[in-house]
């Protein structure tokens, strides 16, 4: 197989449509169908099911869609992680570090001013996400290391080092009975008519239904909550960020928030060793 007829096969696969895969690669329609079809053949497999109206995964198409990611994420974190080496050799050594935006924001800041003092410490680089976007850019070679949290973010595969675990707080606008309570519990939070919880954005782009606004990032969720128009659940650690327009309420039965920094676990860098054992001090 090449990788071009995985992309085509993965293009396929998550829209479930051919001509809005075709427009998502900038091909024609007919030669994709042809190539996905010359792919079933040499697989000797249906990895589609086909019909005037819809188009869905076989067995072995979901199979496929799942090994094919992973391949088409190794192929670019080799390209990403070469291109680095060799500006590393060029004079220009770097390490990119991922954390979504708006978490752990003071650990971040203690551990970049800790590395720094390190002997041999190298430039860091800091990419800033949304949610879930993390994983991403570690698995594809886009970053070296990651501040990741569980549960929420996937850890599958990565070597990780636990740094410290809390509890979560709802974040309500200032004025709200329940900024009164000095704790809530899980179901309460969940069950705040005026105050619906907000819908992420899921894996194909899309918005489960529900009542709370749509949000794709802190910032603007921070903002519909000092308006009144939702709420959220946070770590206990967000208290240090927030404005005078929210109130913090701990929520006793919420699942607790480890923070862990992650890495490829075939990663032999010093510098990512280094910035590990740093961040296992502080």
Do not use: N
Not at 29 to 36: H, K, T, V, Y
Request: one cysteine or more; glycine letters at 6%.
């Amino acid at each position: 197989m090449e990788t071009r007829e995985l992309r085509y096969f993965v293009a396929v696969a998550e829209e479930l449509h051919f001509g809005r895969a075709a427009q998502r690669l900038g091909m024609a329609q007919p030669p994709l169908s042809r190539a996905i079809s010359q792919l079933e053949r040499r697989m000797g497999a249906a990895l589609l099911q086909r019909t005037s109206r819809s188009v869905t995964l076989t067995e072995a198409g979901v199979v496929l869609l799942h090994e094919a990611r992973l391949v088409l994420d190794a192929v670019e974190a080799a390209e990403q992680r070469t291109r680095r080496a060799a500006r590393a050799a060029a004079g220009r050594p770097s390490l990119v570090l991922t954390t979504k935006a708006g978490a752990s924001t003071e650990l971040l800041a203690k551990l970049l001013h800790a590395y720094s003092l390190q002997p041999g410490s190298i430039h860091v680089e800091v990419t800033l996400c949304g949610p879930g976007q993390q994983t991403r850019l570690l698995r594809t070679g886009h970053a070296d290391v990651a501040i990741l949290h569980q549960p929420f973010d996937d850890t599958a595969g990565f070597d990780v080092e636990e740094l410290h675990t809390e509890g979560q707080v709802a974040i309500l606008p200032a004025g709200h009975p329940l900024t009164t309570r000095t704790h809530l519990t899980s179901r309460e939070v969940t069950d705040v008519p005026d105050l619906p919880l907000p819908r992420w954005p899921e894996p194909d782009g899309g918005y489960l239904p529900g009542p709370g606004p749509e949000v794709q990032s802190h910032t603007q969720l921070l903002q519909l909550v000092s308006l009144g128009r939702t709420m959220m659940v946070a770590p206990d650690s967000c208290r240090s960020q927030l404005r005078d327009d929210v109130v913090a309420v701990p929520v006793v039965d919420a699942a607790p928030v480890t923070t862990v920094i992650a890495w490829p676990p075939h990663s032999r860098s010093r510098a990512v060793a280094e910035l590990v054992r740093t961040a296992l001090q502080l």
